[in-house]
């Protein structure tokens, strides 16, 4: 998280080091070796994994984002990024970058190096992100959604875009090909929750005012609380910002934290499969006191949560008012999204 302009503080203030745009670009492309096998790639003719590490850094080269820490486990390579993250499994690859990245811009040579190195095709396809705080910072085809998904459309000819929410400061953008029947007995969801607005004596855990390593962040904050057992790789940024990958089992997670009060941002995403969610959602809201935020999630018929439009409605929050809600079925998942505002005391 490139910042500049950093201002003298007190101890226990978060510094105004200038804008930065918090607000993540959201890439995850399902391939398949064989389009009839769905999601697990039955014949194994592929895997996401072996391609090149300096294909990578190429690729990312490509987006202005760089590969800072890696970690593994037998299911996922977990890549932490100069802007945010990276996730890689057999068949799924994820990237999400914030700031003023050309993400899009990566889509092709992405499909091009799988296909020359696994042989794998384009199966399923998902690009989202909320509202920028400043569209007119970002590049080319970046700053508006219609642009974007004209650019996409050229690549990925069977994807629709959604503009979810009916407050612009809160809508939240998806383009999807969602194309596989098959996909919907599988067992797959993805929560996101997208926070603004940050109360200023939690952001002050995401710098080094108050702590002088990630692993100090991850257990002084409470984020090791989130999902216990994972195995975390965080970046604690200077003088401000924390990144952090964790990996469970064939789940991930991610937190990125954009903490200068002008700018206040905190983004979580998992795919980790549990019956309900309250749990994670109101720790994660714990930790990090939004006065403001989104909740997205998508899951499959398979999944153990069921409807996401009924998990969604079953979460418990304390303190917390729905200002907007919005599901959408599609042709694999179904999407809930809400839009939530801090009541007063």
């Not at 190429?58 to 987006?63: E, F, W």
């Not at 080319?140 to 974007?148: R, V, W």
């Not at 390593?213 to 999902?227: H, Y």
Request: net charge negative; hydrophobic share 35%; proline share 3%.
């Amino acid at each position: 998280m490139k910042m500049e302009g950093a201002n003298d503080v007190g101890e226990f203030s978060v510094p105004e080091v200038g804008f930065f745009e918090g607000t993540e670009k959201l890439l995850e492309v399902w391939f398949t070796s064989n389009v009839e096998d769905g999601l697990t790639n039955n014949n194994n003719n592929g895997d996401l994994r072996i391609i090149p590490r300096e294909k990578l850094d190429q690729l990312l080269g490509i987006v202005d984002a760089e590969i800072i820490s890696v970690d593994k486990n037998e299911f996922i390579d977990s890549y932490v990024l100069s802007e945010s993250s990276m996730f890689i499994s057999s068949n799924r690859f994820i990237i999400k970058t914030c700031g003023i990245t050309k993400l899009l811009f990566a889509v092709q040579p992405l499909i091009n190096i799988v296909q020359r190195f696994t042989g794998m095709k384009l199966m399923n396809f998902f690009y989202s992100r909320r509202v920028y705080l400043k569209p007119e910072n970002q590049i080319g085809i970046h700053q508006t959604f219609n642009s974007e998904v004209e650019y996409l459309q050229k690549i990925v000819p069977d994807g629709s875009p959604y503009i979810i929410g009916s407050k612009q400061t809160e809508q939240w953008y998806l383009f999807t090909s969602d194309n596989v029947s098959d996909f919907i007995e599988s067992d797959d969801v993805t929560l996101e929750i997208l926070m603004s607005d940050m109360d200023e004596t939690a952001m002050v855990e995401f710098t080094k005012l108050k702590n002088e390593s990630s692993a100090d962040v991850i257990k002084n904050s409470g984020i090791e609380k989130i999902l216990p057992g994972s195995i975390n790789d965080g970046c604690l940024f200077n003088p401000i910002g924390f990144s952090l990958n964790g990996l469970n089992k064939e789940a991930y997670y991610t937190i990125h934290v954009t903490p200068q009060p002008s700018c206040s941002y905190v983004s979580f995403e998992t795919n980790i499969k549990k019956e309900s969610y309250d749990h994670i959602v109101n720790k994660v809201l714990d930790i990090f006191k939004p006065n403001k935020f989104i909740i997205t999630l998508f899951s499959t018929k398979g999944s153990q949560c069921g409807d996401a439009d009924e998990v969604l409605k079953n979460v418990s929050l304390n303190n917390y008012a729905c200002a907007d809600e919005c599901s959408q079925q599609l042709k694999n998942y179904t999407l809930a999204y809400r839009a939530y505002c801090k009541q007063p005391n």
